[in-house]
């Protein structure tokens, strides 16, 4: 036993340093190649993904703006324009028989607000009252009673509500509602005219 037995040296400290060199520069490339190589299939696989959604986007683009869907949604718009009356409302009138229907309401400070010209020739009008000491559920009677006014959409658009004071059940409301109209196709025609 002459001799302890050296240990064996790894792979790389048999190779001579050029050697070392190139295998180093071996395994770096096919790291990297490895590496292009998987972002190229993923890219690969996104640009698939992408043309799939594009061409789903087309058809239901298509569908909704040249099908028969699109043909169903304008008639069913051109009907309910048709619904939209043309005639004026009168707000006082609809608040009158509102108030004859409930008992204990009384409306004051009663204000029609000038009309606002929309487009798709509509023209939307507003209305401003306040009711004062009523309860809830007059307030609800009295705005129900207003609002299914029978050919035609009456909306309550802005709606305060005040208690005078904590021991009271009765409320103060200022109240705006509106309506649509449409115009009569003789001013649409007149105007037209004057351009």
Do not use: C
């Amino acid at each position: 036993m002459a001799g302890a037995v050296a240990p064996k040296a790894g792979f790389l400290s048999s190779l001579s340093p050029r050697e070392r060199t190139l295998v180093m520069a071996l395994v770096l490339t096919f790291f990297v190649m490895g590496t292009l190589v998987l972002f190229y299939l993923r890219s690969q696989t996104l640009r698939e993904t992408d043309s799939a959604v594009e061409a789903h986007k087309l058809a239901l683009q298509s569908v909704y703006t040249r099908g028969a869907v699109y043909k169903d949604r304008l008639e069913s718009k051109k009907k309910r324009e048709k619904n939209i009356p043309s005639t004026s409302v009168q707000f006082l009138t609809l608040v009158e028989a509102a108030q004859a229907g409930v008992e204990g309401v009384t409306v004051s400070d009663q204000e029609e607000v000038t009309p606002q010209t929309l487009d798709g020739n509509l023209i939307k009008r507003s209305f401003k009252f306040k009711l004062r000491s009523v309860t809830l559920e007059q307030a609800m009677k009295f705005l129900t009673a207003l609002e299914s006014e029978p050919g035609r959409i009456i909306l309550t658009e802005q709606l305060a509500v005040r208690s005078p004071n904590s021991s009271e059940d009765r409320l103060n409301l200022d109240v705006v509602i509106s309506t649509w109209e449409r115009e009569a196709e003789e001013e649409l025609e007149d105007e037209e005219e004057e351009e």
